[in-house]
């Protein structure tokens, strides 16, 4: 079993920068790929990033390559979504949530935060 809380989402405007954390606990998290979702009003859930249990391999969406970096600390549980030139279209609900392997696909997460809401401002 893991647990999973995001924190760090709050208004920014566009061109800003925020950090979110996602912090766990339960056994063997650092067995686990993590990634982070988002859900905007009216939308499905979208794959924004993932890293692999080492840190040592990611993948990002499209629309945020270049924009956001995500990493891990394993000795502290945690992982990051770093988001520069943030746009009004990255505004939603972001999520991280873990499972064996690699997936963009939100359905194949097995544990999920509770998420954490990032407003973009224009």
């Known amino acids: 079993q893991v647990q999973l809380v995001e924190s760090g989402g709050r208004l920014v405007q566009a061109g800003g920068s925020l950090r979110l954390s996602c912090a766990a606990s339960?056994?063997?998290?650092?067995?686990?790929?993590v990634g982070w979702f988002r859900q905007a009003p009216g939308k499905e859930r979208e794959f924004v990033a993932y890293?692999?249990?080492?840190?040592?391999?990611?993948d990002y969406a499209d629309s945020v390559k270049g924009r956001f970096t995500i990493s891990r600390d394993n000795a502290k549980n945690t992982v990051y979504l770093e988001m520069n030139s943030l746009k009004p279209e990255d505004t939603a609900v972001y999520y991280c949530?873990?499972?064996?392997?690699?997936?963009?696909?939100?359905?194949?997460?097995?544990?999920w935060g509770q998420g954490t809401q990032v407003t973009v401002s224009s």
């Open positions: 339960g056994r063997s998290f650092s067995s686990y790929v």
């Open positions: 949530a873990a499972r064996f392997g690699g997936s963009y696909d939100p359905y194949d997460y097995d544990y």
């Open positions: 890293i692999n249990w080492s840190g040592g391999s990611t």
